[in-house]
C-alpha cells in the first residue's frame, strides 16, 4: 500500500513539468467537436460509403483515370521546369535550411520565438505537407540534403540491400515523432534541434556517399518518403521534366507499397496524429493513470503512443485477412496489405489537417516576426518584428466544420481508392464488392477514431 | 453512365443534409424573435473568484465557460507575488501576495485558452469560449 501511494507519488510528479512543457510551444485553441457534429460526422461517413459500395456494385470500371494535361506546354508552367528555375528552387532550399541551423543555434532560444523551431516544425512540416498534398512533390528539387550530396559528387560503395525496404526512413521517422510528441519537449528546444539537424546531415550524406544519392534519397530520407507518399495525392505530376495535370488521388494507384516498412511508415503516420490528439484528452489521463507500475512519465506516453500504433495495424491486418477469406484469394496476406496500403494516406492527411491545421495557422503566424530577426539581435530585416499573432483567425465554428470537412473528405477519398483497387486486384465480380466490406470497416473504424478523439473532453492543466 | 454518377451524389448530398438537419440542436434565440436581446451596456457581467494558494486553485471554478460575446469580470487572489497570464486572449494581470486583482473583459474569440501563473509558468486552469 505504502508503495503504491510512493508510485503514486512520484507518477504525479514527473507528470506536471511534462504536461506543462507540452504546452510550452504550439498551443491549439481548439475546443472539443460537440457530441451531435460528431454524431453527424460518422452518420455521413457510413452512408457516403454505402453509396460508394453501391455505385462500384453497378457501375465496375471507373475509366479515363489515367488522364492528364500536359501543363509545361505552357510558357508559364514550362518556366518552373527550366533548369535555372530548378536551380533557384535549390539555393531557396539550402538557404532556408542554413538559417534554420544557424538560428537554432543563435537565435532566441524561446521555442515559440525561434524563427529554426517555427519553420521546421510549423511551416516546413505541416505546411510543406500541405503544399506537397496541392502541388506534387516540390521536395525532390528544394531537398538541400540532396543538395549537398548532388554537389559532393556521386558515389557508391555498396548496393542499398533492397531487403531493408524502408527501414532507415521508418527508424528517422519514428525518431522524428519521438523528438515531438514523446521527448518531454527536448525537439522544442531550438540548440537541440539544430543539434539533430546537423547529425541528421551527417547521416543523410553518409549513407547518400555509401549507397548513392538515389537509393538512399528513395528509402532513407524520411523527407522525401514522406512528402513522396502525401504527394501522390496531388493533382500534379512531375516526370521526365514535364508538369502534369492529372486526377487527385490517381497517384495512388500508381505503384503499390514494395515492402512492409512502408505499410508501417503509413500506419505510423496515422497513429502519431491520433496519439497527439489523444494525449491531451481524459481518457489518455485514465490511460497514463492506470500504468502506476512504470515510474517515468515518458515511458508511460511511450506505451500509450505504441498501443495506438498497434491498434492501427490491427485493425488493418484483421480486414486484409478477413478480405482474404471472403475472395478465397491465392495472394498473401503480406502482399495483400501491401496492395492496400496507399488506400490510408487520404485518411492520414485528413487527420494531420483536422489536428494541425489552426496550429499551421496559428502558430505558423509567428514567423512573421521570426524571420525579420532570426537571430535575436534586435534587427528588423523585413519591418516585421513587432508583428503580433492573430489568434483568433478562425472561430471554434468554423474549425469544428473545417475538422469534419477533412475527415470526412478523406474518408470517401480513401473508400473511393481501395475500392479501385479490389477490382484491380479481385476481378469486377459482384463478390469482389462483398470482399470490400472489411476494408470499408476499416475506414469506418478509422474515420469513427479521428472522429471521436476530436470530440473527447481535454484534460485540464 | 454519367448520369447514374450524377444521381448517387445527389442521393447523397440529400441524405447527409437530412442528417445534418436531423442531429442540429435547435437554436433558441433564433425561435424567438419576440424577445430582444438588451443593449450591451446592460449586458450581466459574469464574475468569477479564483483563489491560488501553492501555484494551485483552491476556490473557483478549473474551467470557465462562456459564449461567445460575454462580458466577464474575474477576481484573482494569490499567496504570493506573480503574474496572471491567460493565453490567446494575452491578458496579463500583476498580483500581489493576498490582495484581489481584478480583470474583465469581454469573450470575443471563441475557443479553449489556459491560463497560468506567468513567473513560474505553471497552468492553472482553462477558460472555455463556446461559439453562439
Partial sequence: MKKNIFILLVSFLSLTPALTSAHAFGQQYILPLPVWLYTFGGGAAIIVSFLLIGY??????????????????????????KPVSLAIFKLIGLVLFIITLTSGIWGSQLPSWNFATNFFWIIFLLGGTYLMALVGDVWEVVNPWKTIALGLGHSKVFQYPSRLGYLPALAFYFFLIWLELLSGGTGAAPQNLSMYLLWYTAITIGGSSLFGIKDWFYFGDVFSVFFRLISKLSPIAYAEGKIKLRWPLVGLLEGTAEHFSLLLFII????????????ETFRAYEFISA???IHSYQNKQLILFFDI????????LIAIWLMKQIVKSDISIKDIALIFAFSLIPIALAYNLAHYFTLFLVQGQQIIPAI??????????????QYA?????????AIWQMQLVFILVGHISAVYIAHILALRTFGARKDAVLSQLPMLAVMVCYTMIGLWILAQPLILP | MQNKSIGYVIVGLALIAGLFALL????????SPNVIPPPASEQVVQSFNLVIKGKKLISGPKTIVLKEGDKVKITITADEAEEWHLHGYDKMVVLEKDKPAQIAFTANLTGRFIYELERSSTEIGTIEVRPK
Fill in chain 1, 372 to 385: 525579420s530577426d532570426p537571430f535575436n539581435l534586435g534587427w528588423n530585416l523585413f519591418g516585421t518584428s
Fill in chain 1, 291 to 293: 500504468l502506476s507500475f
Fill in chain 2, 24 to 31: 442540429r440542436p435547435k437554436q433558441q434565440d433564433k425561435q
Fill in chain 1, 268 to 279: 505510423l503516420m496515422l497513429s502519431s496524429t491520433a496519439y497527439d490528439g489523444f494525449k
Fill in chain 1, 389 to 397: 499573432m492573430n489568434v483568433g483567425i478562425m472561430g471554434a465554428k
Fill in chain 1, 56 to 81: 462500384f456494385a453497378t457501375q465496375p470500371n471507373p475509366k479515363s483515370l489515367q488522364a492528364c494535361i500536359e501543363l509545361s506546354r505552357w510558357k508559364f508552367f514550362s518556366f518552373f521546369a
Fill in chain 1, 309 to 316: 500504433f498497434l491498434l492501427f495495424l490491427f485493425i488493418y
